[in-house]
């Protein structure tokens, strides 16, 4: 008994000696640079890749470090798909929908008109089949998504004049982000998609009469108020932004196991955390916003109604057109009525109720 012992042991003391233990694996290095389409100075929106890249060294002890870039940094701002796609970083930080000009399809991987609020485009994500079927699509584009947070639903945009009715959309010159300028150009209005750090001279300067971006913390720290007072409500057309990570499909597969799985617990971290910042700054925002002079507005009934109408018109168009959406838009648009009918026996009625309680 003695000998074995002993030979046990002298045996584990060589091979610790030795360095080369089997079951201790040193970690690579290994450094990204991430892309944002977003200016450093929004905390909420930008901010989701740092907190994404935070989670990643924290799960790896250090050794995986993705440095981030705001918009124009490194690539514009909606050049980052490029970028990622051919390898000139590793991966992005980004609004599917700005693409849409390389195939609407993209835009189905964030936010299209009187699509899903943020609750139900997570579901479809992650327990339907929407994660599986952008991976498809975006393969062709050599890169694989994430889901990196969400804004929740926004609001309607900031207007010099009072919206009464639909006419009074006719003709103006609004900043509106991605695929829903597609929609609603077909109710007179004349889309500008403008990267977010320019919105503000542009409203300045009168080359554009409206303008969106995401909600009141974000809009209060871009100071839209101060060239327009009228805030319409709600964004239609983004009833809950999802904002995804692109990584380099070459790049993901060279990652060891445990980085992969720390990047899908990092965004799915950093997912959650976004929507929770929205949710907890834009209600102090909001009665800021009302304190320094913005006027709220809901949008009139017809302009809801002819803008519903010209997003299905759209979408129907497309499905005729285009098999990539057709594939997705399928899948999305029964997902999206099942959704609805269960939110509106359950989620609406309870927030109807609580909307219009004296609250103590």
Request: proline share 5%.
């Amino acid at each position: 008994m003695e000998r074995r012992s002993f030979v046990k042991h002298a045996g584990l003391a060589g091979i610790l000696a030795a360095g080369s233990a089997p079951a201790v694996m040193a970690q690579q290095a290994v450094r990204w640079r991430l892309a944002s389409s977003f200016p450093n100075s929004l905390d909420t929106i930008y901010g989701a890749a740092n907190v994404f890249a935070q989670k990643v060294k924290e799960l790896t002890n250090g050794k995986f470090d993705i440095s981030v870039h705001a918009a124009g940094e490194l690539v514009p701002a909606f050049g980052v798909v490029d970028a990622v796609q051919q390898g000139t970083v590793e991966c992005c930080h980004t609004a599917p929908y700005y693409f849409f000009g390389k195939d609407p399809t993209f835009a189905l991987g964030g936010t299209v008109p009187f699509g899903f609020n943020s609750r139900q485009m997570t579901a479809w994500m992650f327990q339907g089949n929407g994660l599986k079927l952008m991976r498809e699509f975006y393969s062709q584009y050599n890169f694989i998504n994430f889901p990196c947070g969400n804004t929740g639903a926004q609001m309607g945009g900031w207007f010099r004049k009072p919206i009464k009715s639909l006419a009074d959309m006719k003709g103006l010159k609004m900043r509106i982000g991605g695929f829903a300028g597609k929609v609603i150009e077909r109710i007179g209005v004349v889309p500008q998609n403008i990267p977010g750090g320019d919105i503000y001279p542009s409203l300045e300067k009168g080359t554009i009469d409206a303008a969106e971006w995401i909600g009141p913390y974000d809009d209060l720290k871009l100071g839209f108020y101060k060239v327009a007072k009228n805030y319409l409500y709600p964004g239609w057309w983004e009833g809950g932004l999802e904002l995804d990570l692109y990584v380099n499909q070459k790049a993901y597969n060279a990652l060891p196991a445990d980085y992969k799985a720390a990047v899908d617990a990092a965004t799915a971290y950093a997912h959650v955390n976004m929507q929770a910042a929205y949710d907890a700054k834009n209600p102090p925002a909001l009665k800021e916003l009302v304190g320094k002079g913005a006027k709220l507005q809901g949008f009139p009934k017809d302009v809801m109604e002819a803008a519903y109408k010209a997003a299905n018109d759209v979408y129907n168009e497309l499905s005729s057109s285009n098999p990539h959406w057709r594939k997705v838009y399928t899948d999305w648009v029964k997902f999206r009525n099942d959704e609805i009918l269960w939110f509106r026996f359950a989620e609406n009625e309870f927030d109807r109720f609580m909307s219009t309680r004296k609250l103590t």
